[in-house]
């Protein structure tokens, strides 16, 4: 295989790639193809701009946290505002963009699959705005753990489907859905969640997300002046995280941090294997089976991530680190009372790891924290952890 495939197949290092069964290579490659035809066209680039606007409410602010800075007496604290888009994270950039590619593409009917139901929720949302047909894909076993978010797809006028087999959890809902996209590629679109999966997904939602770093650069450079000492974001599959680092890649002076829970710590502590169809770092046994992950974020309870965040850690070009349930709780409740925000628990491991960083760094410096989304959804779960402490 020549170099260029390769590099058309998607792979970070010897990270990413497609392994696939033949019938749906055949299908991402189509995907892949329109993608790279759309991604660049004015048209297509000139509507994503305008729902990101009056849709989703971008540009998201870089609101400097005063009261935090002053409290940790070190770095000055910016945090990044996803949390006040539309639907209340950054999922909703991602979906936006992959929709618009789906009415190009002519399909009649979206499909995702859903873990805890935020992306789910996310594509039902666009799928809702834009009269598409949308069938979720859930694990029986949360869509009983997370009744709620099943009722507010089916609000939208989603389809929620619940799979019964294996375990009943995200990974047979995603099995579930590329069984749907293989035999119905030709009115379908499989509309996926965090930049993971076979090419050319990670490549995918990373550009749609990269509207983050897009507007933060700007925005530091216009209130400081300069480029910001880091930039921290939490990681399930790494969406927010790539999407918030995307436009810092080349700065080398930037340190890139990405946080993960302690119990999730897939970068931090995972070997390279394959999963959901590409390689990457992954908690897994000795047989290559992927090992349960647990985290008080259902967002960030996955044991895979995106490929190029192995790649990342490998070279060394961005840093991954983990923070306790502990300190995410801790950090939750000093947001929340020195800011006013309330941030949703996958950002508050961001924010848990700010705490330590910022008082380290000089007082001209700043730190960005990218809040990919709010804690409406958490504060229910919060309050009964702190009532059993
Ligand atoms: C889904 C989600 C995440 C984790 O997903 P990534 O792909 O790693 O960004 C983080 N924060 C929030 C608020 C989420 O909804």
Redesign the pocket.
Known sequence: MSQTSQVEKGYFGEFGGSFVPPQLEKVLQILADQFEKYKDDEEFNRELQYYFEDYVGRESPLYFAERLTNELGGAKIYLKREDLNHTG???INNVLGQILLAKRMGAKRVIAETGAG??GVATATVCAMFGMDCTIYMGAEDTKRQALNVFRMELLGAKVVAVTKGQARLKEAVDEALADLVANYENTFYLL???VGPHPFPTMVKHFQSIISKESKRQILAKEGRLPYAVLA????????IGSFADYLEDEEVRLIGIEPAEAATLTKGTTGVIHGFKCLVLQDEEGNPLPTYSI?A??DYPGCGPEHSQLKTTGRAEYVTVTKAEVLEAFQILSKTEGIIP?L??AHAVAYALKLAPTVGKKESIIINI??RGDKDVEQVFAMLKDQ
């Open positions: 994270a950054h999922k935020q992306h969640g965090s930049a939490c990681i399930g599959g790494g969406s927010n995280a974020a967002g960030l949703a996958e950002s990919s989304g």
